[in-house]
């Protein structure tokens, strides 16, 4: 890995429960592909994946259905936002780097410990192999006691302690933020049942916000002012947008945001660019799709000279913040 990197890769974006495409939401998106070819994109294969690259996302493929999970390569270092079922994919991709000779290092940072962002630490092969070393790092004193609750009997056959690499557990009590290297990785407490945590890294002169399950109560200047501050221009916000903003009202203290939420925050912040994250599992990719053009449109007279730059996040997408 390059000392000097700083990219972001997407390997779960669904919010709540792991949620798979269905026969039916695959057949609408054939039928809708197939409304826009003609004959001559269909006559061999060469054609057909040339026809096939032309498509949206939302038809050619999909936004993802694993859980939060978020890989950072920065500065020489492994750092893992949560560990939904997005993680099970990660480890099979580290296990064919230097994780899959047990000399594999990586910093997993946890946000909170609803089962969407834990629920896939079983199923992380790296934990398997003896030598990696892991530090897991989190605000609440224990976190352990927790990873360690969810797989007991009767509800998982492998204990916790199976794992054969080394698990260091921080006491970060007090602490506000860790460096790691030239990386600084910082923390605030959100607004979220039993509270979630967003995390900032900084990194020669580059930023990224991690900032999933978090509601904004009051939309007040000064409820949002340090929240407005924690993403002090940031190159990228990674922010939790469940819901549409009707939708969010509908369900208070559910602990979620929405894409225009987002905006308005990402603007007064300075943000640059902001991955709408954690998404709804009963939104289907083309609704996903009509909520960002909604939100495209929000921001023209909110801020009609803004460059802020907003995409949905997707599994397997990577940012590169060196270069962007």
């Known amino acids: 890995m390059d000392n000097l990197s700083f990219r972001t890769t997407f390997r779960g974006v669904r919010g709540s429960i792991p949620t798979p495409l269905t026969t039916p939401q695959i057949e609408e998106k054939l039928a809708r592909a197939l409304r826009h070819a003609h004959p001559e994109d269909l006559k061999n294969e060469e054609s057909r994946k040339a026809f096939i690259a032309t498509l949206p996302i939302e038809v050619r493929g999909c936004f993802g259905g694993n859980s939060s999970c978020v890989h950072v390569e920065v500065g020489g270092h492994h750092l893992i936002f949560d560990a939904g079922t997005g993680i099970r994919g990660l480890g099979l991709d580290l296990m064919n780097k230097e994780f899959g000779r047990g000399e ?16 896939g630490i079983p199923f992380f092969v790296p934990f398997y192999v003896k030598g990696n070393r892991f530090t897991i790092n989190s605000p609440v004193p224990d976190i352990r006691a927790r990873l360690k609750g969810q797989q007991v009997e009767p509800y998982f056959p492998v204990p916790f302690e199976a794992y054969s690499a080394t698990l260091v557990f921080p006491d970060h009590s007090g602490k506000t933020s860790v460096t790691i290297g030239d990386v600084k990785i910082s923390w605030k407490e959100m ?8 995390y900032r890294v900084d990194y020669a002169g580059r930023s990224l916000i991690y900032a999933t399950d978090a509601e904004y109560k009051s939309l007040t200047r000064e409820e949002l002012q340090p929240s407005v501050d924690f993403f002090r221009d940031a190159d990228l916000l990674v922010f939790d947008a469940q819901y549409t903003f009707g939708e969010g009202l509908e369900k208070s203290d559910w602990g979620h945001g929405s894409t225009f939420i987002g905006v308005d925050l990402a603007v007064d912040a300075g943000v640059k660019s902001i991955a709408f994250y954690h998404h709804e599992p009963t939104y289907s990719d083309f609704k996903l799709v009509e909520i960002l053009k909604q939100t495209q449109v929000y ?11 907003m995409f949905l996040a997707q599994e397997g997408l990577t940012v590169d913040l060196m270069n962007g």
Request: glycine share 2%; charged share 10%.
């Open 299 to 309: 921001l023209k007279p909110l801020a009609p000279k803004s460059n802020l730059n």
């Open 104 to 119: 594999g290092k990586a910093h997993l940072f946890l946000s909170h410990t609803h089962w969407d962002h834990i629920n």
């Open 191 to 198: 607004y979220h049942p039993n509270a979630s945590h967003a």
